[in-house]
């Protein structure tokens, strides 16, 4: 994803200032979001996951790579900025709301851009530390590449009711891991 202009802008003023402290503060509530948007995508099920078990596949997430402890606060960040952005991406099309309940949708929608909202100072203090480069490593990258399978497979499939619930089942999961990295990041501080 490209960053838009105005936030690159930003980024260079930022790398130039001195360097603060690590360490960036999650909202208190930020887990809690993620939990409320779990339970919205619990509710949104409209059919059966095991009617649609022909239309299964493995898209390969990157459990290990995300869920590490290796994984480091920077790291940690960007990695969870992309997942909720791609998340957003995936969501915002009118393929989606075609799909699903569109006052969840919405107020899935609404969550995660708060938390993308929450998450920006962060990231832009992460990345004026020398983390601009994190965006197109390892995790972050991983990340990238499955939810391009996500895609790739939505298209493939024609945005049928099967495919969506597949993908709602792999967002779902996404999630667990979101709320695993906001529980480290927050240990962290
Ligand atoms: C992810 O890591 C946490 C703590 O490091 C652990 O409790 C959890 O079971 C792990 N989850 C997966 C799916 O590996
Ligand atoms: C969408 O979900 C809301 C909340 O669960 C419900 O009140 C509403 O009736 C649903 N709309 C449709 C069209 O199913």
């Not at 779990?38 to 059919?47: E, K, P, S, T």
Request: proline share 3%.
């Amino acid at each position: 994803m490209a960053l838009p202009l105005s936030l690159l802008t930003v980024l260079v003023v930022f790398s130039c200032g001195p360097s603060g402290a690590l360490g960036c503060d999650l909202p208190q509530n930020h887990i809690l979001l993620s939990r409320d948007n779990l339970m919205l995508l619990r509710q949104m099920q409209r059919i059966s996951t095991l009617s649609c078990l022909k239309d299964k596949k493995d898209f390969r997430f990157p459990q290990a790579m995300v869920n590490s402890s290796q994984v480091q606060e920077a790291q940690a960040i960007s990695v969870l900025h992309g997942m909720l952005q791609h998340i957003s991406d995936l969501l915002l099309t009118e393929h989606a709301s075609a799909a699903w309940n569109t006052t969840l949708l919405n107020q899935l929608y609404m969550g995660l851009y708060q938390q993308l909202e929450d998450l920006e100072p962060c990231l832009l203090q992460e990345m004026g530390e020398g983390g601009t480069a994190l965006a197109s490593q390892g995790p972050t990258l991983a990340v990238r590449k499955y939810f391009q399978c996500l895609f790739l497979y939505l298209k493939e499939k024609q945005y049928s009711d099967c495919a969506w619930e597949v993908v709602r089942v792999e967002i779902m999961r996404s999630f667990s891991s979101i709320i695993t990295l906001q529980e480290r990041l927050s240990n962290m501080d």
